[in-house]
């Protein structure tokens, strides 16, 4: 089975940064697409970034110019460094990695992790 597991979140002060990873384990032949999406509490779930096999990535505005994600393809690994920390961005992240292909499989799935609490105070 494919695991997802984010790193450890934290405390951070407003102004600071924070640096996720999340790499996925398994039997994986490819992954397409990567990303980390936050649920703060009472909100729905939404997307932080996300970055395809080639690299091209996307952002939620709300994000851009602060945050960058990158991903290691030879370590199935996606980051995501958080830089100008804000207290709205305070929120549970999780990792997805889409259409993802395991060996003897002839079709991909979506995966999540269990997700990781960042906390944006003073």
């Known amino acids: 089975q494919v695991q997802l597991v984010e790193s450890e979140g934290g405390l951070v002060q407003p102004g600071g940064s924070l640096r996720l990873s999340c790499p996925a384990s398994g039997s994986i032949y490819s992954i397409d697409a990567m990303g980390w999406y936050r649920q703060a509490p009472g909100k729905q779930r939404e997307l932080v970034a996300s970055?395809?096999?080639?690299?091209?990535?996307n952002y939620a505005d709300s994000v851009k110019g602060r945050f960058t994600i990158s991903r290691d393809n030879a370590k199935n690994t996606v980051y995501l460094q958080m830089n100008s920390l804000k207290p709205e961005d305070t929120a549970v992240y999780y990792c997805?990695?889409?259409?993802?292909?395991?060996?003897?499989?002839?079709?991909?799935?979506?995966?999540w992790g269990k997700g990781t609490l960042v906390t944006v105070s003073s």
């Open positions: 970055i395809t096999s080639g690299g091209s990535t």
């Open positions: 997805k990695a889409f259409r993802v292909v395991v060996a003897g499989q002839g079709y991909g799935m979506n995966y």
